[in-house]
């Protein structure tokens, strides 16, 4: 261990360029010997983000020799796995190795965790690729990988499957905003019935109590009869989220205008639906990363409405637990997500 | 006058692609017959937005005969005036000429107003163009324009010249959306100094009383010394806000973080230092259209940081008065304005 602390966000790793934070840097410093305010992870696999692994992939022709090159290279070269194409990294999960003397931390040696931060931005060190699971985007190997001071991470809990809580963690911030934004006896909009559209609908349910409403607006009808037949919301609207005349129109047949939105949607163009159905001085929680920043503001200015648009945060206090948790307390949820990720 | 209501937000006027908003359509009906809840305006003068007039200007090589022409066939192919490179608008001012009698509004025939909402929403028609000011960008027309119910204008005050009036009621948004923001004794940072940062500045100084403090941070120098100069700020940080470990350092010897954060920088790849010299469950308002929604999203989640976002929404209620307050209030900035705008 060296004997003193490093920057809590870990700018004392960055080679170049100077005065850059890890994430944007070019070349991170990937040696194992651990400051005293971080932390030593030996890595069992990287959950590679889906926009990296499939660039990576279509690059390769789903050559997995061509993959593991290629994985090889980008740490060597940058002393982390971040895409050079899509600028995303993943998260990884391993077993605590070493924790610096001066960090503060609920974590001992040995405790199986899970990364919240992207693995653009964490120090990696690659001694062997020993599987890659195309389907899966996950790559087991033998490594090291250090966690700042500003590092979060989630422990994995025993009483679930591991790649069930890997799904969950994914999206863990969404349903942790709406506990934070949803009161009792609100109405509030969903739009995007997939993973984090679901999680955040049972978050909404609970949280509006017996006098709210929670309506979901989905454009699937296989997905959104399911969510209606697990009885997760009090309404569920088969649309097209790029339409806004045609969300605004279904969604008041059912109910007056929304307190706050949770928009989902993985798709372009969904801004307006969102500002539509929601009323004046209500709020938008966009958590897609297909938001467009500026639709967003001129399509409220255009149409006069003053409501109060919030940029996705991934992270948010106790959003694993909180997530996790829900996977406890639902068997539907558990057993729906269970179908698709284990 | 039509004897029935169109929509609030005018899709009665859109004539391609069915099922748009009259921002997002490609053509819209400029029939300036007007239904029984709009209002028609007696065109002076369309103040254009800058992207836009400049991308104008240079397909024409700075001609004014090719400039008017452009003008004129945006106009008459879509019935609105969006640039059809930067779908932006821009805004205009003129006089109440007839009001719809299913309308709610405190204005009469003969009112001067400027609309809020943007040109590439609003159904124009021109007669003639009289002339055309490159530098103020605006465009003195006879022609007639039509705002939808949902259409925000303001009144054009007797004691603030025109030109002044406009530049401030471009950006009102933002000192309003601070003046919601801003509690007795906060912290606040203001990242930029330009038009829109000093009436922030100024609201915010306000809003914190004297227990608060008000930090600018500010690239020009030159600039940097006017805001001292006129004592608008408690402290004032030479800084590139795109060097996030700089700001960081720099804000740092002066203050504890942020409670509010406000980034009226119209450059890109401010958004790291905006969520590093905010504290944890502290707010950044996001004012810049420069922003990128995903490198806010995935930059705060990869410094930890539990932060709320705000797209910056330049309509809330009360925002022309306000910014024209401002106006009213402060000679300082008035006079700075005036030796830029007027």
Redesign the interface.
């Known amino acids: 261990m060296i004997n003193k602390k490093g920057c809590p966000?870990g700018?004392h790793r960055v080679i170049e360029p100077e005065?850059?934070?890890?994430?944007?840097a070019k070349k991170i410093d990937n040696n194992m010997e651990i400051y005293s305010n971080e932390i030593l992870i030996d890595v069992k696999t990287l959950n590679v983000d889906s926009a990296s692994f499939t660039q990576i992939k279509n690059s390769c022709n789903n050559n997995i020799e061509c993959i593991k090159k290629t994985i090889l290279s980008i740490v060597k070269e940058k002393g982390k796995l971040q895409n050079p194409v899509t600028g995303?990294g993943g998260m990884l999960i391993g077993t605590v190795k070493e924790i610096g003397k001066d960090l503060k931390t609920d974590l001992k040696v040995g405790d199986k965790i899970a990364t919240?931060?992207?693995l653009?931005?964490t120090p990696l060190k690659i001694d062997e690729i020993l599987d890659i699971k195309i389907d899966a985007e996950q790559v087991d190997i033998k490594g090291k990988a250090i966690l700042f001071e500003?590092?979060?991470y989630a422990k994995l809990p025993d009483d679930i499957p591991e790649k069930l809580a890997l799904a969950v963690l994914d999206v863990a911030?969404a349903p942790a905003q709406v506990n934070k934004l949803v009161k009792p006896g609100m109405t509030v909009a969903i739009i995007g019935g997939g993973k984090s559209g679901i999680l955040c609908t049972y978050q909404a349910m609970k949280n509006v109590g017996k006098n709210g409403k929670v309506i979901v607006i989905e454009y699937s009808k296989e997905n959104a009869q399911k969510i209606i037949d697990l009885n997760l919301a009090h309404h569920v609207i088969v649309a097209d989220a790029t339409?806004?005349?045609?969300v605004y129109q279904k969604f008041t047949e059912v109910s007056e205008l929304a307190d706050v939105t949770i928009n989902n949607v993985n798709v372009e163009g969904t801004e307006?639906s969102s500002i539509?159905i929601t009323k004046d001085e209500g709020i938008i929680y966009?958590f897609s990363?297909a938001?467009?920043?500026?639709r967003?503001?001129?399509?409220?200015?255009?149409?006069?409405?003053?409501?109060?648009?919030?940029?996705?945060?991934?992270?948010?206090?106790g959003h694993a637990q909180l997530s996790l948790n829900i996977i406890k307390e639902s068997n539907e949820i558990r057993k729906l997500f269970e179908s698709k990720y284990c």
């Open positions: 966000y700018t005065g850059f934070l890890p994430q944007a995303s919240l931060v992207s653009s931005l500003t590092g979060i911030g339409k806004p005349v045609e307006m539509l966009f990363m938001t467009s920043f500026t967003a503001a001129l399509g409220a200015e255009g149409v006069g409405k003053d409501v109060t648009m919030i940029i996705g945060n991934g992270y948010t206090k």
